[in-house]
């Protein structure tokens, strides 16, 4: 005998079908906007951390050339102190205020702070270029390491020079100089043992901070290279 289904069966099958095609279709739509939504936050976000990128870059840079000469400096009178080196009055002046340079990094952190404060570390979805831009980032503390012992030494030069010679302070763009006299300076300072051991160890200070500087140079340029990628 044949049996024969009856046709709600059938109708409510089908019924089901389509709302489980109905739901999924709404699922998947709903995840293709969320999806299109954080590509385009995600490009936004690092389009912003190449601009970031790009102002440490030229920091970096400007900070590298102004402890050069400033570890420069340090060299010169160390060996002049030392009787190694002749000086004239207007470059022993001129070392004298580099010898005191020391700079500050100041950082642009404000995206990857605001990625991690909102936990939306995932809309890099690159992996290894997120695991390079947190380390990179980390390794901005190393500045600040150094910060403290670098302003204590130029202090203790600055007060050895103050005893020495009168100093007239300018301030220029982006830079404060001291003008110092050379005579009062060559009188005070050359020979003086103390000078040369502070000396010694502000270009110890300075050229490990060149050191860092560079390294920090390096690895932004190769993310600012690899986030210009993902943008484009």
């Not at 019924?15 to 995600?42: C, D, M, N, P, Q």
């Not at 590298?64 to 420069?72: E, V």
């Not at 605001?114 to 997120?130: Q, Y």
């Amino acid at each position: 005998m044949e049996v024969h289904k009856p046709k709600f069966v059938k109708g409510f099958f089908l019924e089901i079908v389509v709302i489980v095609i109905g739901i999924s279709l709404a699922i998947g739509a709903e995840r293709w906007v969320e999806h299109t939504r954080e590509s385009k936050e995600a490009k936004r976000v690092m389009t912003r951390m190449v601009a970031e990128l790009a102002r440490d870059s030229s920091d970096l840079e400007l900070n590298i050339n102004y402890l050069n000469r400033a570890a420069t400096s340090d060299s010169l009178l160390t060996e002049w102190s030392q009787g190694r080196l002749e000086l004239e009055n207007d470059s022993i002046e001129l070392h004298a205020d580099n010898s005191l340079k020391y700079t500050w990094f100041a950082s642009n952190t404000a995206e990857i702070e605001a990625l991690k404060g909102s936990g939306k570390l995932h809309l890099i979805e690159n992996e290894e270029l997120l695991s390079k831009l947190l380390k990179h980032y980390d390794r901005y503390t190393d500045f600040e390491m150094f910060r403290s012992w670098a302003e204590r030494i130029s202090i203790e030069l600055m007060d050895l020079y103050k005893r020495n010679s009168k100093i007239t302070t300018l301030v220029i763009p982006q830079e404060v100089s001291y003008v110092m006299d050379g005579v009062a300076l060559s009188k005070g300072l050359r020979g003086n043992q103390l000078f040369e051991n502070i000396l010694q160890e502000k270009k110890l200070v300075d050229l490990f901070v060149i050191a860092r500087t560079k390294n920090a140079l390096k690895r932004a340029t190769t993310l600012l290279s690899e986030l210009r990628q993902e943008v484009e």
